[in-house]
C-alpha cells in the first residue's frame, strides 16, 4: 500500500514531535511513524525537562509556537529556577515531570493537531531517488495533492530574506522521496525528517550482558541507518547511559534530605494559559489559517498564570561513601566502560558513577538525588549514579548507604551504544547536504537530551514543511537563540562527544535570557505560521506593558526625601540629590518592588497591569539594571552580522589558496561554509586565514 504526504517524520521522540507538530500546524500534510505509540515522547532518562541552558532553549521552543513548554507545564511536579543567585543571564527553568502523564500529554497535543496523521509501525528503508537538481521539482515525486489547505496556506507564506540558508550553488544529487516499513507501508513526501533517537543498531550494556535494543525494552533500528549510509552520509557510533530506578516503599526517606520545588508557581511557557489546545481558540491578527481551532476537551486546560495543578512532589538527597565506592570498584573488570566492551564515546559532562570514581578517586562521596517518577507510581529515578556495571554490583553498592539498606530496584542501570551521523553534512536548515529533501534532528546529529533535540526537530519541521514549496529555510542566528547557537554548532564545527548545551557555548549569553525568548522569537513564529495570533497578542501586550515601566523610569525623577530612609534600610546609600528611578534601579540593592512601597506613583503604575504583573515587572527591571551589558552585545552581535553576511560558498577553491594555513585549507575544503562567519568558527580556521579571505574578497 503507498500513501502520499508533504512531510514524514520518522519517530516520536522529543525531536520528532516537535517536528511534526511544528510541520502539520503550518499546514503541511504529515505523517508521523513511530515504533510504538504508548512511547511518544518517552524521556529515556530522567524524567526531567530543562536546567541549566537546556531551559532556556524550552522557553525559546515555546515562544516559537512549539509545544514542550506546555506539555512541560501541563506534568510538571516540582519547578525551580535554577542559578537564582546569580545574573539573569543564567537563570534556567527545570522541572520534574510525570513521566508516565508527559507521555500522555504529548500524544494528545498530536492526536489534536490538524494535518498531523500518527502511525504506529517501523521504518526500515528510506527511499533515495537520484536527484531531478532543483528544489522546487521536488513536487514531482507525489502525484496528487492531499491537503488542499496546506498548499494554500504554506504558498501564503513569506519567504524570510534575513534568515535564508538555500544553498542555490551546491544541489544533493540524490533526493529523499519515501520509506518503507516492516509493516510493508510505502509512504512518500516531499520532505523526511529522521529523528530516530538512540535507536539506530542500538546496543544496551548491563555488565558483560549485551542486547541489541533502542532504549530498554524496546527494539532497535537496524536497516534504517545503512539504508542512509550507503548514499554518502558519515556514520559514528556514540554512547549514553542511564541509572537503576528504585521502589520508594525500601527506601527510608527519613535519612536523607529533602529538596523542595520553588514556591512561586513559575512555568514554561510564555503564553498564558497551560494548554496548547486552547492557543489558537479565537484570533486576533492576520494569521488566521496557522492554526485551525481545535475544540478538544483537554485535559492540559490551565488557568491564567498558573501550572498545570499536579501536586507539587520534593527531590531528596543523599550520598555515596566509601563502602560504596569499594563495591563498585571490585565490580570494574566487569564494567563494560572499562574492560574494553564498549568503544564509543559518551557525555563527558553527566559521566556514570564507575566513571566517577576512576576519574575523581580522591573524593570520598559523590551526591545522589533521589527523584519522583510520577504523582501515582513508587518509581523513582536516582540521579548521578547512572551506571553500566552489572546489576548485582549496582544493587549490592547502592544497599550500603543507610537509606537505601533495604533497597529494591524495578530497573537496573544500562549504558546503550548507538549510531549517529557527522552533523557537518547538514544545511543550517537540518536539511543534508547529500540527500535532499532529508532532514535530520535530534540524537541522530549527535546531541544528547531532550531539549536539544525538541530545538532540532522544531526547526527541522519548519523548514520541512517550507522545503515542500521552496520556501526560504528559517536559520536562527547565534544571537538570537540557543537553537540558532546549537545548529550552528553542529554544522560548523562537528561532534567528537554527545553535545549537550552549556550557557559557556553562547557569546551573546545577555542576550539569550530565559526571560526574554518571547521578545527574541515570538514574532518569527508567528511569521512562520507557528505561534498562534493569540501568542502573538500576548505577547505585544507585555510588551508594552514593559515598555511603559521602562519608559516611566527613564522619565521619573526621585526625591530624596521619599526613598533616603528606605535606601539605608536596604544597606545602600541615601542620595545626595534627586536622580531618575532609572539610575537608583542601577544598584543591586534596589528592585521595583522593594522601592513601589515609598513611591506612590510607581505602585500604582504596577498596579495598572491586569496581567502576569510579576513576569511584567521583573523583565522591565532585568532591561534596565542590565542595559548596558545588553548594549555592549548587541553591538558585538551587530559586528559579527557583517561577516555573518558575506556568503562564501562556491566563491574560492580553497586547495589552491596558498596564503591560507594547510589546517586552514583541507578544513575549508571538508566544511564549505556558506558565510565567512561560519567559515571563523570551524576549529582550525584561524582569525588570519579569515583575514586573508576578507583581502580576496576586496574588503
Ligand atoms: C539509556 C539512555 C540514557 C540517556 N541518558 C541521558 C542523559 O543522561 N542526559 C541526556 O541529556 N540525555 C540522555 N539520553 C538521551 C535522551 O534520551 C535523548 O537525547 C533524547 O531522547 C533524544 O531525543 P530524540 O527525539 O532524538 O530521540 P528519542 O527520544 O530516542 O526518540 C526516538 C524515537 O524514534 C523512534 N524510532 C526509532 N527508529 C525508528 C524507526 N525505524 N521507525 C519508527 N520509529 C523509530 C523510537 O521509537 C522513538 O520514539 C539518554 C538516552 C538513553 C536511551
Avoid at 544529487?173 to 538512540?198: D, N, P, Q, W
Avoid at 540524537?443 to 515542500?468: D, K, P, S, W
Amino acid at each position: 500500500m503507498e500513501k502520499y504526504y508533504d512531510v514524514i517524520v520518522i519517530g516520536a521522540g522529543h525531536a520528532g514531535c516537535e517536528a511534526a507538530h511544528a510541520a502539520a500546524r503550518i499546514g503541511a500534510s504529515t505523517l508521523l511513524i513511530t515504533m510504538d505509540m504508548n512511547k511518544i515522547a518517552q524521556m529515556s532518562c530522567n524524567p526531567a525537562i530543562g536546567g541549566i541552558a537546556k531551559g532556556q532553549i524550552v522557553r525559546e521552543i515555546d515562544a516559537l509556537g512549539g509545544a514542550m513548554g506546555h506539555v512541560t507545564d501541563a506534568t510538571t511536579i516540582q519547578f525551580r529556577m535554577l542559578n537564582r543567585s546569580k545574573g539573569p543571564a543564567m537563570w534556567s527553568p527545570r522541572a520534574q515531570c510525570d513521566r508516565g502523564k508527559f507521555i500522555w500529554a504529548w500524544r494528545e497535543v498530536l492526536e489534536n493537531t490538524p494535518n498531523l496523521h500518527i502511525w504506529q509501525d517501523q521504518v526500515r528503508r528510506l527511499i533515495v531517488e537520484d536527484s531531478p537538481g532543483t528544489q522546487g521539482s521536488l513536487a514531482k515525486t507525489r502525484p496528487d495533492a492531499q491537503s488542499p489547505n496546506a498548499e494554500t496556506h504554506l504558498e501564503a507564506q513569506s519567504p524570510i530574506a534575513e534568515s535564508s540558508s538555500v544553498c542555490s550553488d551546491c544541489v544533493a544529487t540524490k533526493t529523499a522521496v519515501g520509506v518503507e516499513t516492516y509493516l510493508g507501508m510505502t509512504f512518500r513526501a516531499k520532505s523526511i525528517i529522521l529523528t530516530a533517537g538512540t535507536f539506530l543498531n542500538g546496543l544496551m550494556h548491563i555488565g558483560r550482558v549485551k542486547l541489541p535494543g533502542g532504549r530498554c525494552a524496546e527494539p532497535p533500528s537496524l536497516e534504517l541507518a545503512e539504508s542512509i549510509a550507503q548514499h554518502g552520509i558519515r556514520v559514528a557510533r556514540m554512547k549514553t547511559g542511564t541509572p537503576v530506578r528504585i521502589d520508594a516503599r525500601s527506601v527510608d526517606f527519613s535519612l536523607m534530605t529533602e529538596q523542595p520545588g520553588d514556591t512561586e508557581g513559575r512555568k514554561f511557557s510564555y503564553y498564558p494559559f497551560s494548554s496548547p489546545a486552547s492557543e489558537g481558540a479565537a484570533s486576533f491578527g492576520s494569521n488566521k489559517s496557522s492554526y485551525n481551532v481545535i475544540h478538544s476537551t483537554s485535559s492540559l486546560q490551565g488557568v491564567a498564570g498558573e501550572s498545570c495543578g499536579l501536586p507539587s512532589l520534593p527531590c531528596w538527597i543523599t550520598y555515596t561513601n566509601e563502602a560504596v565506592h569499594e563495591r563498585l570498584r571490585a565490580g570494574l573488570p566487569d564494567s563494560p566502560l572499562y574492560n574494553g566492551q564498549i568503544q564509543s564515546i559518551g557525555p563527558r559532562y553527566c559521566p556514570s558513577i564507575e566513571t566517577k570514581l576512576v576519574t575523581f578517586p580522591d573524593k570520598d562521596q559523590h551526591q545522589l538525588f533521589l527523584e519522583p517518577e510520577g504523582t501515582n507510581t513508587n518509581e523513582y529515578y536516582l540521579n548521578g549514579f547512572s551506571s553500566s556495571l552489572p546489576i548485582e554490583v549496582q544493587i549490592e553498592a547502592l544497599r550500603l548507604i543507610p537509606a537505601f539498606r533495604n533497597l529494591e530496584i524495578y530497573r537496573p542501570g544500562y549504558a546503550i551504544e548507538y549510531d549517529f551521523f557527522d552533523p557537518t553534512q547538514l544545511h543550517h536548515s537540518l536539511e543534508s547536504r547529500v540527500i535532499s529533501g532529508l532532514f535530520l534532528a535530534g540524537q541522530v546529529n549527535g546531541t544528547t537530551g531532550y531539549e536539544e533535540a525538541a530545538g532540532q526537530g522544531l526547526i527541522a519541521g519548519i523548514n520541512a514543511a517550507r522545503h515542500c514549496t521552496g520556501q526560504d529555510s528559517l536559520v536562527l542566528q547565534r544571537d538570537q537563540a540557543y537553537i540558532g547557537v546549537l545548529i550552528d554548532d553542529l554544522v560548523c564545527k562537528g561532534v567528537d562527544e554527545p553535545y549537550r548545551m552549556f550557557t559557556s557555548r553562547a557569546e551573546y549569553r545577555i542576550l539569550l535570557r530565559q526571560d526574554n525568548a518571547d521578545a527574541r522569537l515570538t514574532e518569527i513564529g508567528h511569521r512562520m505560521g507557528l505561534a498562534s495570533s493569540e501568542r502573538l497578542y500576548h505577547y505585544l501586550k507585555k510588551k508594552e506593558e514593559v515598555e511603559r515601566i521602562i519608559r516611566f523610569a527613564e522619565d521619573f525623577s526621585v526625591k530624596m526625601g521619599d526613598v533616603n530612609a528606605l535606601l539605608e534600610q536596604l544597606g545602600t546609600a541615601p542620595l545626595a540629590r534627586g536622580c531618575k528611578l532609572r539610575e537608583l534601579l542601577g544598584r543591586p540593592q534596589i528592585s521595583i518592588g522593594n522601592l513601589a512601597p515609598a513611591l506612590p506613583h510607581l505602585r500604582q503604575l504596577i498596579d495598572t497591569i491586569a496581567e502576569r504583573q510579576d513576569e511584567i515587572v521583573e523583565e522591565a527591571e532585568i532591561q534596565i539594571k542590565y542595559s548596558g551589558y545588553i548594549a555592549r552585545e548587541v553591538e558585538q552581535a551587530e559586528k559579527m552580522h557583517r561577516l555573518e553576511n558575506i556568503r562564501i560558498r562556491g566563491r574560492f577553491d580553497y586547495s589552491t589558496l596558498q596564503s591560507i594555513s594547510t589546517e586552514g585549507r583541507q578544513k575549508l575544503t571538508a566544511h564549505d561554509p556558506e558565510t565567512l562567519a561560519q567559515a571563523s568558527r570551524i576549529p582550525g580556521v584561524s582569525p588570519s586565514d579569515i583575514n586573508v579571505l576578507l583581502v580576496l574578497l576586496g574588503r
